[in-house]
């Protein structure tokens, strides 16, 4: 009896330690041959889930950089990073990069670290297609949407509160419903993305990216505090850059959306330490 309940015992810590490495153990680098990388799910042409598939620019370099760290996309993890969670979730050892539209910031630097940029872009502002709204200055007495935790709320507090009625949700998709439904005069954030959300299907016509950006926002690759890998990501952007394949991507990604990144800006300048 006492040595059948010590050989279960035995057996359950047996199967214990075969489900925590299957599984990555919860700590640590995760599977030695699988990586989880952290994205949007909710920003077509940047990061985006439809089912089991994941498409956008931040996909498809995130998607290059870990091929170049030899990982094959059936070895990558796609976890949903919304621009609140993101600092936490490499902290935490939840994921173990994020390509999610993240701008380098000295604040956030402060306890993650970054590769890149591997691309510029500029806060702007979407609105209905008639409204006359044409920089941060009209916004006054308006309602304005952006989302907690990213810069683009951020900007807004520091530089224009005063007279702006400003509500924080946890994604753009969702800011660009509630101008839909007629309650929101404008959606700020990094044109890119505001030129994705506007593109699709249901929104034809409505709205259109106002298209004077007023910040720089240098899109890296979050990691943890204290990584030693910016250099070798910082070396498979440039080459996807040098490739061809950087352009490519960014074409496919905003193709139909009347988007033209900043060429003064764009493709970055890389060098072989963290941003
Ligand atoms: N790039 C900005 C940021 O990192 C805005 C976009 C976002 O929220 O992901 O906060």
Do not use: H
Request: proline share 4%; aromatic share 8%; with cysteine.
């Amino acid at each position: 009896m006492r040595k059948n309940r010590l050989g279960a015992v035995a057996a359950m810590a047996a199967v214990a330690a075969l489900a925590l490495t299957s599984c990555g153990g919860g700590s640590g680098e995760g599977d030695a041959d699988s990586i989880r990388i952290g994205i949007k799910f909710d920003q077509p042409g940047l990061g985006f889930k439809d089912g089991n598939n994941y498409t956008g620019f931040d996909v498809d370099v995130a998607k290059y950089v870990a091929n170049e760290l030899g990982y094959t996309e059936e070895n990558i993890e796609w976890i949903s990073a919304p621009s609140a969670n993101r600092e936490t979730m490499l902290q935490n050892d939840q994921v173990d990069m994020i390509f999610a539209t993240y701008s380098i910031t000295e604040e956030r630097n402060k306890v993650v670290d970054f590769a890149g940029p591997y691309f510029v872009a500029g806060q702007d502002l979407l609105v209905a297609t008639d409204s006359d709204i044409a920089s941060p200055e009209d916004l006054n007495g308006k309602n304005l949407c952006s989302v907690t935790g990213s810069t683009s709320a951020q900007k807004v507090k520091d530089n224009y509160a005063e007279n702006t009625n400003l509500q924080e949700l946890p994604g753009y998709a969702e800011c660009v419903t509630q101008m839909g439904g007629g309650t929101i005069d404008a959606v700020t954030t990094d044109d890119i993305i505001l030129a994705g959300l506007a593109a699709q299907p249901a929104y034809q016509g409505k709205f259109k990216v106002v298209g004077a950006p007023f910040s720089e926002e240098n899109y890296g690759v979050g990691l943890p505090d204290g990584t030693d890998k910016c250099g070798d990501i910082n070396a498979a952007i440039s080459k996807m850059i040098e490739s061809g394949a950087w352009d490519e991507a960014l074409t496919a990604n905003t193709e139909g959306t009347g988007y033209t990144p900043n060429s003064e800006t764009n493709p970055p300048e890389l060098s072989d330490t963290c941003a």
